[in-house]
């Protein structure tokens, strides 16, 4: 990287010394700034910017592609734009430079995290390792295996899970009322065996408890003191029943959503139709599907053609 000499050395100097002595920064701090701003101003004298001045926006965005290409993680290069962007608002301010070409670029986005679904059997061991925990009549048991198979079968958040009330579910129409983010509606179809369970629960289960705790409550999961059962406790259950599925504790409730909609997408299902099951207000969010099934896909194409490596 070119050595940083004349005006663009003068500027980097006297905003180190602003942050040192006028802003008060931590020796810590500061030379995390140091590191960051170095590097930049490096960057700009390979590009032959004799001043910061000079530095226009994509050469912030050449940068950034720049940085992208190390090895600094995202943290690390939100930083360093902060850095940035701290330095030419400070030239602007200072009457060094007529504009700020940093004040409208977007930081880098995060890495897209693809969720990490369940195989099929996988699911199946867990929802049949709910009922092995207690007796099978047991209200627990019958709560238990109501709660993963809806979570499963209807793709809900465990937030809209814990709270439905009676009054949305329809057993004769085998369908659900779940109210997402932002209190929004939506009616999704209950599958036969989530169905079944539910209205297992809802009849020799959720009775005994409400009954035994003398308290009305419009909530269909409740726990043994008749009240609304908690998030905590819907996290609790799924990770005691996949532990003694043999799944482990990285099993949770998002899982069971992802799995969900992976299975869908892997069955044919319209990508726009898993966006409404989902409760996604965009599209974009559901499309990260498609890429899950496509890395599926790739991996069988690569297992099994004997030409695809």
Aim: proline share 5%; glycine share 8%; net charge positive.
């Amino acid at each position: 990287m070119t050595a940083v000499s004349g005006p663009l050395a003068r500027d980097l100097a006297d905003y180190l010394a602003h942050l040192r002595v006028e802003r008060g920064l931590a020796e810590n701090t500061l030379r995390a700034y140091r590191h960051d701003l170095e590097r930049y101003a490096g960057f700009l004298a390979d590009a032959r910017v004799p001043a910061l001045a000079a530095a226009h926006e994509g050469h912030i965005e050449g940068f950034l592609a720049h940085l992208a290409d190390s090895d600094l993680n995202q943290r690390s290069r939100n930083r360093a734009l902060a850095a940035v962007r701290g330095w030419h608002k400070f030239a602007t301010l200072e009457g060094r430079a007529e504009v700020d070409p940093a004040r409208d670029v977007a930081a880098p986005r995060p890495a897209l995290l693809l969720p990490h679904p369940l195989p099929v059997d996988d699911v199946t061991r867990l929802l049949a390792a709910a009922g092995h925990l207690d007796e099978a009549t047991h209200p627990r048991t019958l709560r238990d295996i109501a709660l993963l198979e809806l979570l499963y079968g209807c793709g809900a958040r465990i937030s809209e899970a814990v709270g439905l009330d009676l009054d949305d579910v329809d057993l004769d129409g085998r369908s659900v009322r779940l109210f997402g983010k932002g209190r929004k509606e939506r009616v999704v179809p209950l599958g036969r065996y989530a169905s079944a369970a539910l209205g297992a629960y809802l009849v020799r289960g959720r009775p005994v408890w409400v009954r035994e705790a003398h308290r009305a409550s419009p909530a269909v999961f409740v726990n043994a003191r008749g009240g609304r059962l908690s998030r905590q406790s819907g996290w609790a259950t799924l990770k005691r029943v996949a532990e003694v599925a043999g799944l482990g504790a990285e099993v949770t409730p998002h899982t069971l959503r992802h799995s969900y909609a992976t299975h869908l997408m892997q069955g044919g299902a319209d990508v726009r139709v898993v966006q409404e099951l989902l409760g996604h207000a965009s599209v974009t969010t559901t499309q990260i599907y498609t890429q899950v099934t496509v890395d599926s896909l790739r991996e069988v194409h690569a297992a099994a053609h004997p030409r695809a490596h």
